[in-house]
């Protein structure tokens, strides 16, 4: 049996972890963001965040990590579903998460070079005599390629609560007469909820600090606060407004993470009783 200070020691490498890279970090960007742009203590960057600049921003922020998320769980539900009824879907499920594994930079370049003038896209679209269209540097653009990559974050935790589905739960709805959509939004869909929270938290908090896509694919006429805190940090050298940013950045992270908390009671909340 292990003792109680055994156990405690084997948690002094986690803790030094959250304590540097975690703690650390997050104390750092709240000290700076007490300091104007000549170092000099003030709150002029929190009264500054409040200015109708920043909020419209911020709605604009939440705006697109809206869209992003909702059309990738609009993708992502149906195809986490298919994937459970096939037969070889751990390796369905695989392909799917390998370009994950690419680099976000290279991935965003092919793009580039998809959606340019003499693009496939734009090649394919003058063989039906359509003719060339500014696809590249659009909303349209920005939100495409931000679902294609965060689609993987999307179907990994939904696929799981549906592979942990009991589907005797599924036959008993329909032998009661329920249709399929009834099935499917009182059974299915309550009983991985807590898939569809992981995802939402998995795409719509790195959707709101997003930079280098809307430089690269919507050619800043996108900008978000991932975006500002850039412009803060690498063009006017703003560290206490970039940081002030970055404050409420977190606050609202933690905010979205708390409301798409997960409340599992157990194996029960897939239906598998134990």
Do not use: C
């Not at 993708?75 to 390998?98: D, F, N, S, V």
């Amino acid at each position: 049996m292990e003792t109680k200070t055994t156990k405690t020691f084997y948690l002094i490498p986690y803790y030094v972890w959250i304590a540097l890279f975690v703690i650390a970090p997050i104390a750092l960007i709240a000290y700076y963001s007490f300091f104007d742009l000549h170092g000099n203590f003030t709150l002029e960057n929190y009264l500054n965040f409040f200015s109708s600049v920043y909020l419209k921003l911020t709605l604009s922020s939440f705006w697109y990590a809206f869209l992003i998320t909702f059309f990738t769980l609009v993708i992502a539900y149906p195809t986490a579903y298919l994937l459970t009824k096939t037969k070889h879907k751990q390796l369905w499920l695989l392909l799917i998460i390998i370009p994950s594994w690419i680099n976000l930079l290279l991935k965003t370049y092919a793009f580039i070079g998809i959606f340019g003038l003499y693009g496939p896209v734009n090649a394919f679209l003058n063989v039906f005599g359509i003719g060339e269209k500014q696809i590249l540097f659009t909303d349209f653009s920005f939100v495409f390629v931000a679902v294609y990559i965060f689609i993987p974050f999307m179907i990994l935790p939904i696929f799981n609560s549906l592979d942990k589905l009991n589907p005797s739960l599924i036959d008993a709805s329909r032998d009661l007469g329920a249709s399929s959509w009834t099935t499917f939004s009182k059974v299915i869909l309550p009983l991985t909820i807590n898939g569809v929270k992981a995802g939402i938290q998995a795409v719509f908090i790195p959707s709101l600090s997003l930079f280098m896509i809307t430089r690269l694919i919507a050619g800043n006429k996108v900008i978000t606060l991932g975006t500002a805190i850039e412009q803060q940090f690498l063009v006017t050298q703003n560290w206490g407004m970039g940081s002030t940013i970055a404050v409420f950045l977190i606050i609202f992270m933690v905010i979205i993470m708390i409301i798409t908390g997960q409340r599992d009671k157990g194996a029960t909340s897939n239906g598998n009783n134990k």
